[in-house]
């Protein structure tokens, strides 16, 4: 899955200018593989089986599209199995999910916030190991909701550092489009100024993470985007934690009118009370901004 990943993006470097190319050496090292490991396993023949995956893929695409996405998985094997081609329905339903494929008749049980077509290549780059060595590392983010008198529900972005917790980015909107977490992302980029591959930002499988014009905006920044598994608020804990903590010590306070008075007062918490002023046990009871002066300090001290 580390190879995949470097192959998309040195596969997105082609149609990027030269001098806002993420290194591909920079890529390995952050993910912890050898690039010469890496261009071995780029230059290896296609193994036979993967070989069959994609082109039962593409049979399988075209039956869908031919029947106008009216068939689900099993009238989709019987029409397989009427072309003389037999396969067991666990391999069909891994290459039907991989590439997005499923019946426009509703199911009984409930799907996930995940664009089908972008679960191709979505890799989770910090398994759970939450805290990074130093800042700049990892951002976390996640969305969360507001209900307002006037205005119904507004959403909330935050992006914060995963090792000072300091929140780098945010932005809240009356809707829940790609554009709220992109605009929460420009914040971040313009706090942190992230060299090429030296950052990754994680999230949950949320259409607004998952999406094309998400993963671009990290990758035309240099970053790389990292989510966790299907269903599981685990592995993006630390957002869902920081989200408990802005809704306890502000949202769940009082009633709220509309966007504009919830933006003010999220501007005052966030950059006043929170990041300044809010002590922190993780942090030796410092604030997120005591905590990275101090470890500048030291870092200057051991130079």
């Not at 200018?17 to 010469?36: A, K, Y």
């Not at 398994?127 to 800042?135: I, Q």
């Not at 809240?172 to 489009?177: K, T």
């Not at 002023?277 to 870092?299: C, H, M």
Request: hydrophobic share 40%; charged share 25%; proline share 4%.
């Amino acid at each position: 899955m580390r190879f995949a990943f470097i192959a998309q993006v040195e596969d997105a470097n082609q149609a990027t200018p030269r001098s806002q190319r993420i290194p591909i050496n920079r890529v390995c090292r952050l993910l912890g593989v050898s690039r010469s490991g890496y261009y071995a396993w780029r230059s290896r023949p296609v193994p036979a089986r993967v070989a069959s995956d994609a082109d039962l893929t593409r049979r399988l695409a075209k039956l869908h599209q031919r029947h106008k996405r009216r068939y689900g998985l099993r009238r989709l094997d019987a029409m397989l199995r009427r072309g003389g081609r037999c396969h067991s329905r666990r391999r069909l339903r891994r290459l039907a999910r991989a590439v997005g494929i499923w019946s426009v008749h509703p199911r009984a049980r409930t799907t996930t916030t995940v664009q089908g077509a972008a679960r191709a290549g979505l890799v989770d780059l910090v398994m759970r190991d939450f805290v990074p060595d130093a800042s700049g590392q990892v951002v976390y983010s996640d969305i969360t909701y507001i209900p307002t008198r006037a205005e119904g529900f507004v959403y909330l972005a935050l992006f914060h550092d995963a090792h000072s917790r300091r929140i780098v980015g945010w932005d809240v909107a009356a809707h829940m489009r790609t554009s709220l977490v992109t605009g929460a992302l420009a914040q971040t980029i313009a706090d942190l100024q992230p060299e090429p591959g030296q950052l990754i930002v994680h999230a949950d499988r949320g259409s607004q993470y998952t999406s094309t014009a998400f993963r671009d905006a990290c990758f035309d920044a240099g970053i790389i985007p990292s989510v966790g598994s299907t269903g599981s608020c685990y592995d993006n804990a630390q957002a869902e934690a920081l989200n408990a903590t802005v809704k306890k010590e502000l949202i769940n306070l009082r009633t709220w009118e509309n966007l504009a008075e919830v933006r003010a007062a999220l501007f005052e918490y966030i950059e006043i009370d929170y990041n300044r002023d809010r002590i922190q046990q993780a942090l030796g009871y410092l604030t997120p901004v005591e905590y990275e002066t101090k470890i500048k300090l030291e870092f200057v001290q051991a130079a």
